[in-house]
């Protein structure tokens, strides 16, 4: 079974420009998570999608941040325009229906200068 | 009060010794309850779920539930320095999404 894929796998950007993350679930998985991880903190929801609608988006800083699932496959994080304290690695998860784990891709390491 | 607490790092125990991981959670509605292993650099990796009451073994991990304390804690025996990571407690909630704490990181010193 093939992994969750997330590019790219770092990114550096100055402030006030806007970026964008791709993540590709595992097949089959219908719901798929998008968390922010700053250095020395535990991951933190952004959003999450179940197949191609919005389950829960409530952390999600949506002045500058945005994020879509077309077709309930692919999905992009995107934000705009970015800022110090976005420097984060944006990690992208997908599990099966019922009660599992997630299984969480590489992540993607944005740093904001 | 944070929704999943985790006890403060880091922790060091000599290769070989029982490595003890604890956590608390808020909402008491809760019901499933994992253990990621996050090794520097590295994104999260299951290694232990666990639903019901008590003790789940799998092979060195044994993860242990108390949801009347609202207590989860992940035992490491035989620790090993491959071991060296930071642990994540991470727990359920109605909207099948998971909070996070912060992690305790693991040194094994051979």
């Known amino acids: 079974e093939a992994g969750v894929a997330q590019s790219p796998r770092y990114k550096i950007i100055e402030k006030r420009q806007s970026v964008a993350f791709w993540c590709n679930p595992i097949?089959?998985?219908?719901?798929l998570y998008w968390y922010q991880q700053i250095l020395g903190q535990g991951p933190k929801l952004l959003i999450q999608f179940q197949n191609n609608g919005v389950v829960d988006d409530s952390q999600l800083p949506k002045d500058r941040f945005s994020a879509e699932r077309l077709k309930g496959v692919d999905s992009t994080l995107k934000i705009q325009p970015a800022k110090l304290e976005d420097s984060a690695v944006y990690l992208c998860?997908?599990?099966?229906?019922?009660?599992?784990?997630?299984?969480f891709g590489s992540g993607t390491r944005l740093t904001v200068v | 009060q944070k929704e999943v607490e985790q006890n403060s790092g880091p922790l060091s125990v000599p290769e070989g010794a029982i490595a003890s991981l604890n956590c608390t959670y808020s909402?008491?509605?809760?019901?499933?309850f994992f253990w990621y292993r996050q090794y520097s650099g590295k994104s999260p990796e299951l290694i232990m779920s666990i639903y019901s009451n008590g003790d789940k073994e799998d092979g060195r991990f044994t993860a242990q539930l108390n949801k009347a304390s609202q207590y989860v804690s992940l035992l490491i025996r035989d620790s090993q320095p491959s071991d060296s990571a930071t642990y994540l407690c991470a727990v359920s909630t109605n909207n099948n999404d998971m909070r996070f704490g912060a992690g305790t990181r693991l040194t094994v010193k051979p």
């Open positions: 998860a997908s599990k099966r229906g019922g009660d599992y784990g997630y299984t």
């Open positions: 097949s089959g998985h219908a719901t």
């Open positions: 909402d008491r509605g809760s019901q499933s």
